[in-house]
């Protein structure tokens, strides 16, 4: 099952891990090795970065953070090419960006001249961010006919379990989820609740959105570390949330 239909997809800019990814899909089709071992994978991987950002290996964070972004999106082209979609995938992927996120931003506090509380204001800018991407880009795969529908527009209740999944598991892992995500999901569908309602965006105004999506947001912070401005990047991504006004207004006035 794709991930959108073909009249919907749209340069993103966040995914530009996908060819490796899907290759990396296609490697473990017929072995052991499940979407939820590629999850374990890149949450692995994004602690390298934390660990290489606190000793100041800023070339080999970025290799880390990197290879996190592809295997983020390895594990659900994995779950698609073996016809296993899972909520619990789903929601531990979310559970593992959100707590390293975190980690990274303070690994780069620890190591620049940012403030906690900066840091704190960056992280939630970030987690902003990400969720206008992913709250448009939902609206969208559930509005194009046999996209993959695992992920919800208003994830508000506990879904029913897949087949190849326990309901126990996905109880818990829904109630981290939503404990971790609630404040960022109400925030963002408060500042556009009328979009779900919209037939379909277009591909354009999803490519400009999709800079708001985790790949590109890692991709940034690698090019920082990488030309050595670190101390940038906590007042980088709170200035950068101003461009969540100005898509909404795009969606509001134009779609």
């Known amino acids: 099952m794709a991930k959108l239909a073909a009249e ?26 499940t979407p939820i071992h590629v999850t374990v994978a890149f ?5 390298l970065a934390v ?9 080999l964070a970025g290799f880390f ?10 594990d659900g082209e994995l779950a698609r090419v073996k016809n296993t979609p899972s909520y619990t995938g789903r929601y531990l992927d979310s559970i593992f960006d959100i707590i390293l996120n975190f980690l990274i931003l303070i690994a780069i506090c620890y190591v620049s001249t940012s403030s906690y509380t900066l840091t704190l204001t ?12 992913n709250y448009y ?10 996209a993959d529908t695992t992920s919800k527009i208003f994830e508000y209740k506990v879904p029913k379990a897949f087949p190849n999944e326990k309901q126990i598991t996905v109880d818990v892992f829904f109630s981290l989820y939503a404990i971790a995500y609630s404040i960022f999901d109400k925030t963002i569908h408060l500042l556009d609740k009328e979009a ?4 379909a965006f277009p591909n354009w105004f999803m490519s400009m959105v999709s800079v708001y999506g985790l790949g590109f947001q890692l991709l940034i912070i690698t090019s920082m570390l990488a030309f050595q401005l670190i101390n940038f990047i906590v007042p980088f991504f709170i200035a950068f949330t101003l461009l969540i006004l100005v898509f909404v207004l795009i969606r509001r006035k134009l779609l």
């Open 65 to 74: 953070l990197i290879t996190k972004s592809i295997l983020d999106a390895a």
């Open 43 to 47: 949450g692995i991987s994004g602690l």
């Open 122 to 133: 960056a992280f939630v800018c970030m987690q902003l961010q990400g969720t206008l991407y």
């Open 137 to 146: 880009y939902v609206i969208l795969r559930n509005k194009s006919i046999g």
């Open 8 to 33: 919907h997809k749209f340069i993103d800019v966040s995914d530009y891990g996908r060819p490796i990814a899907t290759a990396i899909a296609n490697v473990l089709k017929n072995t052991v090795f």
């Open 196 to 199: 779900y309602k919209t037939t």
């Open 51 to 59: 660990y290489c950002i606190l000793t100041t290996h800023y070339y």
